[in-house]
């Protein structure tokens, strides 16, 4: 069975650090591009930041400087580093991916969510 495990989550004060990962497990060969979203209570879901095969990453503006998203290509793992975390991140945390499978095919995936909350 295929899926996205999430951990990492958890309750910080202002201005602390988690780290968010996400393993691939499964029958499957890769992670070809991987992404983070969060959706806060009443809101919509809303990218975070992403990475490519290659490499390549982009984040919103709000978590520019402060968020990192990272892979390792070796444990089938996508991470987010969030730094200076703020009130507004407190959220429900969804990693998202594009998994090269065993059999040849290319599948999106969700992970299951973690929560994030930000408070003193």
């Known amino acids: 069975q295929v899926q996205l495990v999430e951990s990492g989550g958890g309750l910080v004060q202002p201005g602390g650090s988690l780290r968010l990962s996400c393993a691939a497990s499964g029958s499957i060969f890769s992670i070809y591009a991987g992404s983070w979203f969060r959706q806060a209570p009443g809101k919509r879901r809303e990218l975070v930041a992403a990475?490519?095969?290659?490499?390549?990453?982009n984040y919103r503006d709000s978590v520019k400087g402060r968020f990192t998203i990272s892979r390792d290509n070796a444990k089938n793992t996508v991470y987010l580093q969030m730094n200076g975390l703020k009130p507004e991140d407190t959220a429900v945390y969804y990693c998202?991916?594009?998994?090269?499978?065993?059999?040849?095919?290319?599948?999106?995936?969700w992970g299951q969510g973690t929560q994030v909350t930000v408070s003193s």
């Open positions: 998202n991916a594009d998994l090269n499978l065993r059999v040849g095919s290319r599948v999106n995936y």
């Open positions: 990475i490519t095969d290659g490499g390549s990453t």
